[in-house]
């Protein structure tokens, strides 16, 4: 589709998020350049983990043509075994069964580099033009008809729309702040720190601050809990010995409240973080860059005067629809993947007789996916502007398909 010149994007940040919005961009026609403050975006990088992509995101790279390229570099999950620390199994996670039944296909595990590469290199020479790595950008400000971005180097880039997807410690999420205290003392605002992590191996505090931990910290931990058990013959020590990358990470939680301001939108996790457990991040933010790019879409062509420039007024009502749409649905994901994580550390003797005795010998944690991950997964959208072939169906039916939404 031809760019329109009506609405100019400026993404920001080139992570997993911030390259499906540049593929959704490009499917729906919206001009955008895409600055990211790394050196490059295409350079495999040692590191990032592994990414589960669930069965509504799969609908979604097929609908893009990109399924069969990360089908390939990834693999199907398969029913996995849970085991105690001395290694005894107690539970299997069949989400392969599971989302057969119930979507029409499993959940694919991609490493994150490569699924970044894949997204990177899947985009046509002319659109890849439009991504430009050592863009740290340090200050947005709003002007009467666009925005303005500087960057670290002394570069300026003038646009629509700001989408910041400069993930969960996001600078444009506090340039947004930084905005709207500007423009009145009593705005509502996002928390300054809004996320906060309880959980590595439990911290001794909640801490809200982002932590960089070194190599000496990771042997330091390795020598605490190297000895648990991953698999009924393999230690965390032995996965240890024979990682090519590894990284130690406190796992932030938390939404916001405001996911847009005047002419500035957040998606992924600069708007939501979700500890691991749920395998759900990405996925979500996959769904902030579905919806977004279906409102802008929808705006585009809505407009009587294809020639004008789009009103801020019209940008903010539909980063509002975006908001209305995403809201409750992030806030459910944020919910669950708390409770996971908490059922999984064993964090009271609940959580502990629940997730050890209970789940295990009632089949419960299928019901478990039924109840809470399962209704996020149909509930997903796809490009309204796009046509869907070979969609996945099991027994729960999909319930947004291929129109304006
Ligand atoms: C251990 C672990 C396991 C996970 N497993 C899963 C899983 O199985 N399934 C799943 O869906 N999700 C999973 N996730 C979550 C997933 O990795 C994140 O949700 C996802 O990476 C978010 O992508 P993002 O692009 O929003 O943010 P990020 O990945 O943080 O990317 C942000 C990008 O913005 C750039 N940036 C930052 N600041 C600036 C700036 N000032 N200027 C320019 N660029 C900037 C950064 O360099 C980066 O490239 C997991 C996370 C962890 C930690």
């Known amino acids: 589709m031809t760019p329109s010149n009506r609405l100019r994007a400026i993404i920001i940040g080139g992570g997993p998020v911030g390259l499906m919005a540049a593929h959704t961009f490009y499917r729906a026609g919206i001009n955008f350049v895409l600055l990211e403050r790394r050196n490059a975006l295409a350079v495999f990088e040692a590191g990032g983990a592994g990414i589960a992509i669930m069965a509504n995101t799969l609908r979604l790279l097929a609908q893009l043509g990109l399924l069969e390229a990360v089908e390939a570099s990834g693999t199907h999950m398969r029913p996995g075994t849970v085991v105690t620390s001395d290694g005894r199994p107690f539970s299997t996670l069949d989400t392969l ?5 119930f979507h029409g296909t499993g959940w694919v595990m991609v490493h994150r580099p490569e699924l970044m590469q894949l997204l990177y290199g899947a985009l046509p020479d002319e ?22 971005v500087w960057c670290t180097d002394g570069s300026v880039e003038r646009g629509s729309i700001v989408v910041g997807a400069d993930g969960a410690h996001s600078k444009v999420r506090d340039c947004m702040r930084r905005i709207a205290l500007q423009e009145s003392s009593k705005a509502a605002l996002n ?18 601050e982002r932590r960089r931990y070194t190599e000496q910290d990771m042997k330091s931990f390795m020598e605490e809990l190297g000895h648990a058990h991953c698999t009924s013959t393999l230690r965390l020590n032995d996965l240890y010995q024979a990682q090519t990358s590894c990284y130690l990470t406190d796992l932030h939680k938390g939404l916001i409240h405001h996911f847009h301001h005047g002419r500035i939108v957040l998606v992924g996790d600069a708007v939501n973080k979700q500890t691991y457990n749920t395998g759900q991040g990405w996925n979500t933010g996959v769904q902030d860059v579905v919806v977004l790019t279906n409102k802008l879409w929808t705006l585009m062509e809505d407009e009587t005067d294809l020639d004008a420039p789009i009103s801020q007024g019209k940008i903010e009502a539909a980063f509002g629809l975006y908001q209305r749409d995403r809201d409750p649905v992030v806030q459910q994901a944020v919910k669950a993947s708390e409770m996971f994580t908490r059922t999984e550390a064993w964090n009271h003797w609940y959580d502990w007789f629940t997730d050890r005795h209970i789940l295990p ?11 809470f991950l399962a209704p996020a997964n149909v509930n997903a959208q796809v490009l309204g502007f796009l046509e869907e072939n070979n969609r996945p169906s099991g027994t729960i039916p999909w319930l947004h398909s291929t129109e304006r939404s």
């Open 97 to 101: 069964g599971w989302c057969s039944e």
């Open 127 to 148: 659109i890849r033009q439009h991504l430009f790595p050592r863009k740290d950008v340090t200050t947005i400000e709003m002007t009467e008809d666009g925005v303005v």
């Open 191 to 208: 928390e300054e720190k809004p996320f906060v992590a309880t959980y590595r191996q439990k911290l001794p505090e909640p801490t809200r």
């Open 361 to 371: 010998r009632t089949g419960g944690l299928k019901w478990i996916y039924r109840a």
